[in-house]
């Protein structure tokens, strides 16, 4: 099979449980849902077989053997033959998908990010992650949506204007004081900014 990779390279996970630690990220291309702050660009993309994202990782990485699967939504395309190859040279996998589609069996970690508050379209097949992470943009309920998560955390939304966005993480934290079975997920890669 041909995997369509939007991009993979090196860096720190910057969000979540993970946040800090180096990481090689694999993005697929595509989604099922179109979130309006969606960073990705879905039309660049090259078709990949499970051993071509092997040697990418390889390369990129080095001695790292933490992949973060994420997209798009990449519970579109992961499939057992592309985790086994993954697997075979030593890789932990974690997942961010968006929780409307089965988490493939043989993901280490799964972090679902339900977004269908921000969009048409999907329900959520994902009934227990690692990781539970939500968007919060002051409008919406804050909901764990029935997921079982041993962690769970609140993301500000990030609307492109710098005084709403402090206006956002304010309320955040606030929310937060207030329900303390969440904690806060800066998107720690932008405040340093790496990729």
């Known amino acids: 099979m041909m995997y369509r990779i939007n991009e993979i390279f090196y860096s720190l996970q910057g969000e979540g449980r993970w946040s800090g630690r180096p990481a090689v990220f ?10 309006p702050f969606c960073d990705t660009d879905f039309t660049s993309y090259r078709e990949m077989s499970a051993e ?7 390369k990129a990485g080095g001695n790292c053997r933490f992949i ?16 086994q190859a993954l697997h075979a040279e030593g890789y932990y996998l974690s997942m961010e998908t968006n929780g409307t589609r089965p988490v493939p069996a ?7 990010s339900p977004k269908l508050d921000f969009t048409e ?9 690692d990781e539970l992470k939500l968007v919060y943009d002051g409008t919406h309920e804050v909901s764990d949506h029935g997921i079982d998560a041993t962690y769970r ?5 990030d609307v492109g204007n710098e005084a709403r966005n402090r206006l956002i993480l304010r309320e955040c934290i606030e929310y937060i004081k207030a329900h303390p ?15």
């Open 68 to 83: 973060v699967l994420t997209g798009g939504e990449p519970t579109l395309q992961v499939d057992a033959p592309l985790i």
């Open 106 to 112: 043989g993901i280490d970690w799964t972090t679902c």
């Open 153 to 157: 955390y609140l993301q500000p939304c």
């Open 26 to 35: 694999v993005r697929m291309s595509g989604c099922n849902l179109r979130c």
């Open 181 to 195: 079975q969440w904690m806060l997920s800066l998107q720690m890669h932008k405040i340093v900014g790496i990729r």
């Open 52 to 58: 071509d994202i092997v040697a990418a990782c390889l």
């Open 121 to 129: 379209g999907g329900s959520l097949q994902v009934e227990k992650a």
